[in-house]
């Protein structure tokens, strides 16, 4: 079975702070995604990456960051977090099959206070 | 650029009815994918359909796939109550070096007794 773990399920950070947030996926996938989810919003994109060190906005990059130093690890930062960034946040990852089947995380759900 | 439109956004029905959750995307594509999410978890693979005509049945649901009409259904038989969820589609491009997947904004589902 295919197994995304993220580093928090609740986060609570103050406005100005640095936030990292971490996924780590076991099944050796090459593409990992970062989404935010907002009640009426859906999912939406932020970053993804196909390969190590190698990234691509999304739909809304904008105040995140992302590194992918290693083939399981993806994190998302926050550079300096903002009550608008209150939200949930999951992590998918995927590779090759015919196909892309996404695998999802078990969410973070942040809270910039 | 890729839509994806669910209908409805919300549906409340009574335990024992059938209904159906419609998908429409606007290009070509023949790789559609079904999501559930319960409250407050992320969001768990139901089904994958590959091509035209394609259907897959787990328990009380049910999924199809017109890449013709650009439409996918999820029906629901006989609902039960732990089938209260929201429910998402997604698309892919359809070709090999595009890894991203356009979600629909998600049918929140409520079974009443």
């Known amino acids: 079975d295919v197994k995304v773990t993220q580093s928090s399920r609740y986060l609570v950070k103050r406005t100005g702070e640095k936030v990292f947030l971490e996924c780590v996926q076991d099944?050796?996938?090459?593409?990992m995604f970062w989404y935010r989810q907002d009640p009426g919003l859906g999912l939406r994109l932020i970053y993804f990456?196909?390969?190590?060190?190698?990234?691509e906005k999304g739909d809304i990059p904008e105040g995140y960051s992302v590194s992918r130093e290693k083939k399981e690890r993806f994190s998302l930062i926050l550079e300096s977090a903002s009550t608008n960034q209150t939200s949930m946040y999951l992590c998918?990852?995927?590779?090759?099959?015919?196909?892309?089947?996404?695998?999802f995380g078990p969410g973070t759900r942040l809270t910039v206070t | 650029e890729l839509k994806v439109e669910q209908n409805p956004l919300f549906l409340s029905m009574q335990e024992g009815k059938n209904y159906t959750i419609y998908c429409n995307y606007s290009?070509?594509?023949?790789?559609l994918y079904w999501y559930r999410q319960d409250p407050g978890k992320s969001l768990e693979s139901l089904f994958v359909?590959?091509?035209?005509?394609a259907v897959k049945q787990e328990g009380r649901l049910m999924a199809s796939l017109d890449t013709k009409a650009r439409l996918s259904t999820l029906h629901i038989t006989a609902a039960v109550h732990d089938l209260s969820a929201t429910y998402f589609c997604?698309?892919?491009?359809?070709?090999?070096?595009?890894?991203?997947?356009?979600f629909g904004t998600g049918t929140r589902l409520t079974i009443i007794p």
């Open positions: 998918a990852s995927s590779f090759f099959n015919g196909f892309y089947e996404q695998y």
């Open positions: 099944m050796d996938h090459e593409n």
């Open positions: 990456s196909y390969d190590v060190k190698m990234k």
């Open positions: 290009t070509t594509s023949d790789r």
């Open positions: 359909l590959l091509s035209n005509g």
């Open positions: 997604a698309v892919d491009m359809n070709n090999f070096g595009n890894e991203k997947l356009t």
